[in-house]
């Protein structure tokens, strides 16, 4: 039997629970018993190949059976993981440099797994903390989506003790990915309370929400952007969701009347914001309302305040060590600027979108966030993202690009325009009206469904 240091706490809930599902993968159930045996087998398998402690093990797979084994495995291994999946195969080879990835473990579809040495040596002074320490790490990278994925390393050993305190078991979707720390969340907070990881084969709307009627789910965790394609693709007519008590999102920031449209739609579902980054891990959140874009976020083991310009910064117990690949975003006292420019109300605050994505006009700022929720109250448009364009007279105006539904798209640009600039302006002060639109047919989100903004 192993005897295990950092996942003693999973191994006795999964014991205490064997009956219990724990898994649910293409359509078949694994209870706690198996999960704790395979948890077992991979040790073994670790121990018997040339992978050592403190060795940097990158991991390709999606959430099956074979793939959530193997991250405990590699937790108790005092392993550096290093989880990827196809959402960022173009970039492989990239995060393999920059991981300095000494192994790669990879998990096929049909959950049959493959060893591979890449013949080089992890140096870093992070790397060589965690060794030092005899912990466990995990190194997580950014979407990149505002330029180079940066390489989040963290003691893995810290962030799992927020998961040692006993809460609510649920039924949880497995919607964000292996490799982003949402994903990480939803799976380390359901194994730890025996609830049940309920995987999908991908993330269309209809996917998830059968497998939400069928496995009877009650967590949801997603993304603003999918909250949209689920109200415009209408998949909740074809699917039964009355087991579905709780939706999260986070990721970005939330348009209003989405959140509206969803509220108005689901009354008996909670919706709930969470914020969380990469670096620092998912803070504990509380939304006002389930209509309010308000959120009270804190927790044990994180401090929040916001400075002079109105930025969020947050002090975590759980925070990361360092990038391996860009100098540490720290402050001297140890405070991790986010970005985020939030209004503050009492304990509560409004996440209004990065501060870089702000757009600058004649001297008045616009949130691409704020004009993009009045654009998506008219039926027809089924995605828009707002961004800025240089002016020589007012140094920027506001533009969007705009992607129709089916219906909407046969008809006239012209007379479109004229319908959404009359809507805007009823809705928004003058320098926040598009001056420019654009039509395009292609999808604005990437693989992890967060809005993808032009630069």
């Known amino acids: 039997m192993l005897e295990a240091q950092f996942i003693g706490f999973l191994l006795e809930r999964f014991e205490q629970n064997r009956d219990k599902d724990a898994i649910v993968w293409r359509e078949q159930v694994y209870s706690y018993a198996w999960l704790k045996d395979k948890v077992e087998t991979w040790h073994q398998a670790l121990i018997d190949s040339d992978i050592e402690h403190g060795h940097v093990v990158m991991v390709e797979a999606d959430y099956s059976p074979s793939s959530i084994a193997l991250l405990i495995a590699l937790i108790e291994y005092q392993a550096i993981i290093v989880p990827i999946t196809d959402s960022v195969s173009h970039k492989k080879e990239e995060f393999i440099e920059t991981a300095q990835a000494e192994y790669l473990i990879q998990i096929a579809a049909d959950d049959s797994c493959q060893f591979t040495s890449l013949n080089q040596n992890a ?16 190194i997580l990278f950014s979407s990149g989506s505002t330029g180079k994925s940066k ?10 003790e927020k998961y040692k305190v006993p809460r609510h078991a649920l039924r949880a979707i497995t919607f964000l ?15 730890s309370n025996a609830g049940c990881v309920i995987t999908v084969a991908d993330r269309k709307p209809d996917t998830v929400l059968a497998a939400v009627d069928k496995f009877s789910a009650d967590l949801l965790p997603t993304s603003p952007t999918f909250i949209n394609l689920i109200l415009i693709s209408e998949a909740y007519q074809r699917h039964q969701l009355t087991s579905l008590k709780t939706v999260t999102y986070g990721t970005e920031p939330m348009p209003e009347s989405t959140l509206l449209r969803f509220n108005k739609q689901f009354p008996h579902i909670k919706l709930l914001q969470t914020y969380g980054l990469s670096e620092l891990g998912i803070l504990r959140s509380k939304s006002k309302d389930n209509d309010s874009l308000w959120v009270k976020i804190g927790g044990e083991g994180f401090e929040t305040r916001v400075t002079g310009d109105n930025i969020l910064e947050i002090k975590a117990y759980s925070g990361m060590l360092g990038y391996l690949n860009a100098p540490s975003p720290y402050t001297e006292d140890g405070w991790f600027h986010t970005g985020d420019q939030v209004e503050v109300d009492g304990e509560y605050m409004r996440i209004l979108g990065r501060k870089s994505e702000i757009i600058n006009v004649g001297g008045q700022k616009v949130y691409p966030a704020e004009v993009e929720s009045v654009l998506q109250q008219l039926d027809f448009i089924a995605e828009s993202e707002v961004y ?6 007012l140094g920027n105006v506001v533009c969007a690009k705009l992607r129709l539904n089916t219906l909407a798209a046969e008809q006239d640009k012209k007379t479109l325009k004229r319908q959404i600039k009359q809507h805007c302006s009823q809705s928004l002060e003058s320098f926040q009206v598009p001056a420019k639109f654009k039509f395009d047919d292609s999808e604005q989100f990437s693989p992890r469904f967060k809005k993808m903004r032009t630069l």
Do not use: M, Q, W
């Open 123 to 138: 140096e870093h002074d992070c790397f060589s903390k965690l060794r030092s320490e005899k912990v466990p790490g995990l």
């Open 151 to 160: 390489a989040a390393v963290h003691d893995l050993a810290k962030l799992l």
């Open 177 to 191: 990915l292996y490799d982003h720390i949402g994903g990480v969340n939803t799976l380390l907070y359901t194994l």
């Open 388 to 393: 800025g364009e240089k002016n020589a007279l």
